[in-house]
């Protein structure tokens, strides 16, 4: 993995932790996995990824995030389960919402400087589940 090559697994910490100042220098480093939809998923099949992660979190810092990095605000969720857009699933969220159908990128400024976690081993399956989605387009829950 190239040394600027941002991880599935420091992804899923910064926002799992709701470390907005994190998830900002990790894309500032590397966006490429920014609409990556196969992040998140539930025990009913539906999968998605960090902007509606974000909205379902009420965390608005991390939206300012992702759309001051280009999140594709269509993207929803998929799967079998009942699939939705990023904009119904913030109908009940007016701030939320106003950023969503906002044109302009939002302003976001860091207030710390976080480290780069390292990937721990225990980040591997996660690592490894995205190498095999992005192969063969097969994704498939993790056990955490």
């Known amino acids: 993995m190239p ?3 941002i991880t599935r697994a420091q992804l899923l ?3 799992k932790s709701s470390d907005a100042d994190l998830l900002d220098k990790l894309l500032e480093i590397d966006a490429s996995r920014i609409n990556d939809n196969a992040l998140f998923t539930d025990t009913w099949g539906s999968w998605w ?4 992660h974000a909205i379902s979190a009420n965390w608005i810092d991390g939206v300012k995030v ?4 280009n999140a594709d605000r269509n993207a929803g969720t998929w799967g079998d389960g009942q699939t939705f857009t990023a904009l119904e699933h ?11 159908q906002n044109p302009e990128r939002p302003v976001y400024a860091r207030v710390t400087d976080p480290p780069v976690p390292d990937t721990s081993p ?7 589940q995205g190498e095999v989605a992005e192969r063969t387009g097969l994704v498939f829950q993790v056990p955490e």
């Open 3 to 5: 040394a600027n090559r």
């Open 90 to 100: 913030a109908a009940d969220n007016p701030e939320i919402l106003a950023l969503l």
């Open 49 to 52: 990824g960090m902007l509606v």
């Open 122 to 128: 225990a980040d591997t399956a996660v690592n490894r």
């Open 66 to 69: 992702l759309l001051k990095h």
């Open 13 to 15: 910490q910064a926002c």
